[in-house]
């Protein structure tokens, strides 16, 4: 079982930084490919990031692409999100997600078999 805990949530203004962390339990973490994904007042869970098991292959959404950073640091079971050049539109819960399968549609909610509680990015203009 893997036990994932989000922090580094909170209230920027547009145009400020944040960096989420996302913390794992478990000796194997370093063999799972891991996600954010993020919820929006009245939307549904959408993907935003996405790396690979050993780190060399990163996804994004269009939309957060050249903003947001995705990296891994697996002697400290984390995986980090990077958040430059926020946008009222990145309001919403973010949560972490990870997966035992490497070979996986990066961007699907279905392929992720493990969630954090999420934490809470609220951006004002």
């Known amino acids: 079982q893997v036990q994932l805990v989000e922090s580094g949530g909170g209230m920027v203004q547009a145009g400020g930084s944040l960096k989420l962390s996302c913390a794992a339990s478990?000796?194997?973490?370093?063999?799972?490919?891991m996600g954010w994904f993020r919820q929006g007042p009245g939307k549904e869970r959408e993907f935003v990031a996405a790396i690979s098991w050993t780190g060399g292959s990163t996804f994004y959404t269009d939309s957060v692409k050249g903003r947001f950073t995705i990296s891994r640091d697996n002697a400290k079971n984390t995986v980090y999100l990077q958040m430059n050049s926020l946008k009222p539109e990145d309001t919403g819960i973010y949560y972490c997600?990870?997966?035992?399968?490497?070979?996986?549609?990066?961007?699907?909610?279905?392929?992720?078999?493990?969630w954090g509680q999420g934490t809470q990015v609220t951006v004002s203009s």
């Open positions: 478990g000796r194997t973490f370093s063999s799972y490919p």
């Open positions: 997600a990870a997966t035992r399968n490497r070979f996986i549609d990066y961007g699907s909610l279905a392929a992720y078999e493990y």
